[in-house]
């Protein structure tokens, strides 16, 4: 383990590496979006006071 507590065969990933993209554009106007992952069906929603919630 490193210093972070990460395995040394841990690739580290850093943001600016990683996809972006805006809630606006991945929830659309209703706030909602679904995810099917790994047979599951989640939903991705923006809260009234604008934080995102996943549930399953």
Known sequence: MNARGK????PER????AKAIDSETLLGRD????????G???VLRRTR???LILTA
């Open 49 to 51: 006071l604008g934080k």
């Open 7 to 10: 395995s040394p065969s841990t």
């Open 31 to 38: 706030g909602r979006l679904i995810i099917h992952h790994e």
């Open 14 to 17: 850093r943001e600016e590496d």
């Open 40 to 42: 599951r069906r989640y």
